[in-house]
């Protein structure tokens, strides 16, 4: 009786165990994908330096249509009415067209003259030595930065400027030569047109022999 008790609790235990072995484990978790169908997965930097390179976006933009256009400009105007005439009337004729200002350096003549001296005696005794030796057209400056100087004239030629000079020195006068140059604002028209196009901007702005044209980088 006793050993049949035993050989049924032993029974019992080994089909316990064996319910346990097969039931009793944590079934194994399946691995989701990391994105959803269709989208790329995340790479970190540092991977992505030792594998495939990053691409690079495409290099579509507003400067792309300008490889089809040359660019020049026109002028200079001297005055701002005058250069924004020219740009109304280019305008409907061009694709892009803008202005520039910048100053100008322009030559006003050559300045003949007797240095200043340290006083208004002074100058009037050197105007006295020139009208005793001929020259009479000269001016005593009385005022200004070239005040207590005399004047000897105005040339727009530069060789009738030497040449006065060269009469002053030969009669012993310490006379000298200056160009005057003032800077003044000028302007430019900048335009864009289709390359390899012939725009006549001379057909829309005629007479206009004073201004020139020349080509630049586009805008």
């Not at 200043?116 to 030796?133: F, G, H, T």
């Not at 005022?143 to 060789?159: E, K, P, R």
């Not at 140059?181 to 012939?198: I, L, Q």
Request: net charge neutral; charged share 20%.
């Amino acid at each position: 009786m006793f050993v049949r008790l035993l050989f049924l609790l032993l029974v019992a235990l080994n089909l316990g165990a064996g319910a346990w072995l097969l039931f009793g484990r944590t079934p194994q978790s399946l691995a989701l994908p990391a994105t959803d169908p269709g989208v790329p997965e995340l790479q970190l930097l540092s991977k992505a330096r030792h594998g495939a390179p990053l691409a690079k976006p495409s290099a579509i933009g507003p400067d792309a249509p300008k490889a089809h256009e040359a660019c020049s400009t026109l002028g200079p105007f001297m005055t701002a009415i005058d250069m924004r005439a020219a740009l109304q009337t280019l305008s409907p004729h061009v694709p892009r067209i803008q202005y520039r200002e910048e100053q100008l350096r322009r030559s006003h003549g050559y300045w003949v003259y007797l240095p200043a001296v340290s006083s208004r005696e002074a100058a009037l005794d050197e105007a006295r030595q020139l009208a005793a030796k001929g020259i009479h057209d000269y001016y005593v400056v009385t005022a200004g930065d070239s005040q207590n100087t005399i004047s000897l004239g105005l040339f727009n030629d530069q060789l009738n400027a030497r040449s006065r000079l060269a009469q002053l020195q030969a009669l012993g006068f310490a006379a000298k030569v200056e160009q005057r140059v003032d800077t003044e604002p000028a302007y430019w028209v900048d335009y864009a047109v289709p390359a390899g196009g012939n725009f006549d901007w001379q057909a829309w702005l005629p007479g206009r022999s004073d201004l020139q044209s020349k080509p630049v980088d586009c805008f």
